[in-house]
């Protein structure tokens, strides 16, 4: 099993910026990509960015540009970092791992962090 932890969301003014953290427990050492997600209300989880465990990023085209993936292999801990933040930027923010399992892949899912956009 994997337990992922989020923090840092919260109240942001549009322009402004937010750093996300997702610390990963358990059977963290065959943890493969990792990813962020959010859902807005009414609408359904999109992939925000994804990274692999050899640090290669992928992002969604509204978000490129504006945000980074990292992790740190070491911490187990992914982060986002989320610059010139915008009203449709908000969103519950997920932590998503993903792990090899025999001819499957388990997904792991953290708690969600609230992000609010807002003047």
């Known amino acids: 099993q994997v337990q992922l932890v989020e923090s840092g969301g919260g109240l942001v003014q549009p322009g402004g910026s937010l750093r996300l953290s997702c610390a990963a427990s358990?059977?963290?050492?065959?943890?493969?990509?990792m990813a962020w997600y959010r859902q807005a209300p009414g609408k359904q989880r999109d992939m925000v960015a994804r990274?692999?465990?050899?640090?290669?990023?992928n992002y969604a085209d509204s978000v490129k540009g504006r945000f980074t993936i990292s992790r740190d292999n070491a911490k187990n801990t992914v982060y986002l970092q989320m610059n010139t933040l915008k009203p449709e930027d908000t969103a519950v923010y997920y932590c998503?791992?993903?792990?090899?399992?025999?001819?499957?892949?388990?997904?792991?899912w953290g708690q969600g962090t609230q992000v609010t956009v807002s003047s």
């Open positions: 998503n791992a993903e792990r090899p399992f025999f001819h499957t892949t388990l997904n792991y």
């Open positions: 358990g059977s963290t050492f065959s943890i493969s990509t």
């Open positions: 990274i692999t465990s050899g640090g290669t990023p």
